[in-house]
């Protein structure tokens, strides 16, 4: 595995894609430190540090925190991060399954260029009601930000300078940090390695991750000085479950059935076509994260949103409360990422056009006869595999806040534990990777999941698909990986015990 990295550095065109990559990421992190201009930083960031972050309780300012890469507490010129643009695929995406002239134009010669304009045009739609709708709560902090007050009586106002000028150059100054982040992703996708908006989202999410270890190391370790400090064996303990987290995250993302397809023969003239063997992939977290994020947001913000209408509602405030409370929490957040992951499925999986598609080309399922049947066949397998990762989904989705509650840890700690961001790593590493390895044994070397260098070696199975072990020594990949870190980790907090 150690040598394929170094192999990595040895092929002239990879070796420039990812210093291409490496050097528009640091791009992004520096945008992520600049502020808007007329406003004091040092003021939400010392909310997020005293107020936010402490909190048990996931808000939407953590989860805007933690997809910026710290950006929203910096009030930084990439405050909005890439979001508005990956609410515009989404909308577009959907639009696309519902509305016959969109699906017809995706399906046409250059019509995916089009619906790309139109979402790049979404984006800067979004990017300005969202850019306006901040502005505005940095303008006036204390209607969204609760317990600033506090925080602005002893280190001044947010904001400085005119507030006309102020919102109009903050609208301004986050569309246009929007869309710069918009074309470096895209720039990455092009020339750099690895797919660009998700490694951008990946940056940020892992740049948190320090933040994070310092915030549950003060929890977990608060009388260090006085030799009170917690157990080294619960400190391994709650490691291990993090990597058990991950390595059940990689096992389910890589899991899919393979449904047989026969290519029927046909002779044509001197030659003969078709006759071979192929499989269907059928992915059993099929949906990805985006349960996970529909699930997120329609639930922080109808809290959010309940708090910020009807502020002196004694029955707002105890809806609020009772959404925070363990048991309805669970029942609730966990039924809509269930019911999401059926939705996106049924949004995004069109048995029939597949159907279609192989009947037309001359391929069949063996015992399943073409057209309708095979339609219906493909339907009733995708809702039995959607089930089992419509549970897994929602188990990891409800893993922080019972990891926040239990070990009462924050949880800006607690986040990684599961939920989105940690599917959003594990999806975009083993992306990155398989790029990076077709580069490898492009080149006849050795890949990360794979021996490039044995001859007569078939990188197919039986089917004609990839090889059968590929996801078994993915898994082995990362949890190698996984266990040096671990392991760095440990000996470091005992050291200082």
């Known amino acids: 595995m150690f040598s394929a990295f170094v192999n990595c550095f040895k092929i002239p065109e990879l070796r420039q894609r990812i210093i291409f990559t490496l050097s528009l990421l640091v791009v992004v992190r520096l945008g992520a430190a600049i502020p808007v201009p007329g406003i004091n930083p040092a003021v939400l960031g010392e909310y997020f540090a005293t107020v936010v972050n402490p909190t048990k309780e996931g808000n939407i300012f953590q989860m805007v925190n933690l997809f910026s890469g710290g950006a929203f507490k910096n009030c930084a010129i990439f405050s909005l991060t890439i979001m508005p643009y990956i609410s515009a695929s989404i909308i577009m995406q959907l639009a696309t399954g519902v509305i016959p002239s969109l699906s017809k134009l995706a399906r046409e010669e250059g019509g995916r260029q089009k619906i790309t304009q139109i979402t790049r045009v ?20 204390t209607q969204l930000f609760p317990g600033i007050q506090e925080v602005m009586a002893t280190m001044g106002p947010l904001v400085v300078g005119n507030e006309g000028l102020f919102v109009f150059t903050t609208i301004i100054t986050l569309t ?6 918009m074309w470096l992703g895209e720039q990455i996708t092009d020339r750099g390695i ?11 999410i892992v740049a948190e991750l320090p933040s994070a270890l310092v915030a549950g190391w003060q929890v977990f370790n608060p009388g260090a000085e006085a030799g009170q400090g917690i157990s080294p064996v619960v400190i391994v303990l709650l490691i291990a479950f993090l990597f058990a987290v991950v390595a059940g995250a990689v096992a389910i993302t890589q899991a899919m059935r393979r449904v047989p397809v026969q ?31 529909f699930a997120s947001m329609i639930f922080v913000f109808l809290g959010t949103m309940t ?26 957040y966990g039924g809509m990422v269930f019911f999401f992951s059926y939705f996106w499925v049924a949004m995004v999986f ?35 595999l959607t089930f089992a990762g419509a549970g897994f989904l929602t188990i990891l989705a409800i893993l922080p806040m019972m990891v926040s509650r239990m070990l009462e840890v924050p949880m800006i700690t607690a986040q990684f534990f599961g939920g989105t961001g940690l599917l959003i790593i594990v999806g975009v590493m083993l992306d990155t990777m398989r790029q ?35 996801g078994d020594k993915t898994v082995w990949l990362i949890a190698l990986v996984a266990v040096i870190i671990i392991g760095g980790v440990v000996t470091s907090i005992i050291r200082s015990m």
């Open 122 to 141: 979404g984006t800067l739609v979004l990017c300005l009601v969202q850019g306006s709708f901040l502005a505005t709560a940095f303008l006036n902090p």
């Open 307 to 332: 708090t910020f209408v009807f502020k002196n509602s004694e029955g707002a405030s105890r809806f609020v409360s009772a959404l925070n409370d363990g048991t309805l929490y669970y029942l609730v």
């Open 436 to 470: 990076m390895e077709t580069h490898l044994l492009q080149r006849h070397y050795d890949g990360f999941l794979k021996k490039g260098k044995i001859r007569g070696r078939s990188s197919m199975g039986p089917t004609g698909g990839a090889a059968t072990d590929t």
């Open 263 to 293: 290519y029927a023969r046909q002779v044509r003239g001197n030659k003969v076509y078709g006759g071979q063997s192929s499989y269907l992939p059928l992915k059993v977290n099929y949906a990805g994260v985006m349960p996970i994020i």
């Open 350 to 384: 069109n048995p029939t056009q597949i159907a279609d598609d192989m009947k037309r080309n001359g391929g069949f399922v063996p015992g399943v006869r073409p057209g309708d049947p095979t339609a219906r066949f493909l339907d009733t397998a995708m809702t039995r």
């Open 176 to 181: 246009a940090g929007t869309m710069l982040l």
């Open 194 to 204: 690895g797919n660009g908006i998700s490694l951008i989202i990946t940056v940020g």
